[in-house]
């Protein structure tokens, strides 16, 4: 007797986005949402697992623009656009995934969480022309982001300088004035409203996109 078996359904993980666009997670491509998607997940998702000692939690969008900020003031040479927008979507992929994992637990996550990062980050170099890393663009964007990972952790998570060195392990200065509040105003290190950092986020993708042409 012969048992007809039905074939597997593929695997899929459907997000519908504000756009009504419908991104496949585990198989995304660069034409899959807008810029304005991205800018809303971006700012909807937050850093430190969404803990604050302000009302507010940070998000993703806000830390991409502070990323930004400090590798304009601290590059010996001007960046291009193209350089200046892979800056600014370091972390894109978390906005398309609304989910940025706090760095310690990423390892219970597993290869196929990794390798679903690495392909949302794929299409997002794809989709925005982004030049892939040298090392020392490398070094010089980890060096920021590290720095702007202290600054958030003790101004914004609330952890001491000595419990950010100790127990969190981060090895940076801890900057004393937000490169963010001397560019917008605003109370220095106060996460930004989910809507105004969407807003911000997308005036700094659009105009770089424009620049890079």
């Keep these: 007797m012969m048992v007809s078996r039905q074939a597997a359904a593929p695997e899929r993980a459907w997000v519908r986005l504000p756009s009504g666009r419908r991104l496949d997670l585990l198989s995304p491509t660069p034409f899959d949402w807008t810029d304005d998607d991205l800018a809303t997940g971006l700012a909807r998702t937050f850093r430190w697992g969404g803990h604050s000692i302000w009302p507010e939690p940070l998000s993703v969008a806000q830390h991409a623009l502070f990323v930004l900020q400090l590798r304009r ?75 702007a990972a202290a600054a958030e952790a003790v101004h914004v998570a609330g952890w001491t300088e000595a419990e950010m060195r100790e127990t969190l392990g981060i090895r940076a200065a801890v900057l004393a004035r937000d490169p963010l509040a001397a560019r917008y105003g605003g109370e220095a290190w106060r996460p930004w409203p989910p809507a105004l950092a969407a807003q911000r986020f997308l005036a700094e993708l659009t105009q770089l996109q424009a620049k890079a042409g």
Excluded: M
């Design 73 to 147: 003031q601290r590059t010996r040479h001007w960046l291009t656009p193209p350089e200046e927008l892979r800056e600014l979507l370091h972390d894109a992929d978390e906005g398309l995934i609304n989910f940025d994992c706090i760095s310690p637990l990423k390892p219970f996550l597993g290869e196929r969480f990794a390798a679903l990062q690495a392909s949302l980050s794929a299409v997002v170099a794809l989709r925005y022309r982004l030049p892939a890393w040298g090392v020392e663009d490398k070094r010089a964007h980890k060096a920021a982001d590290i720095a």
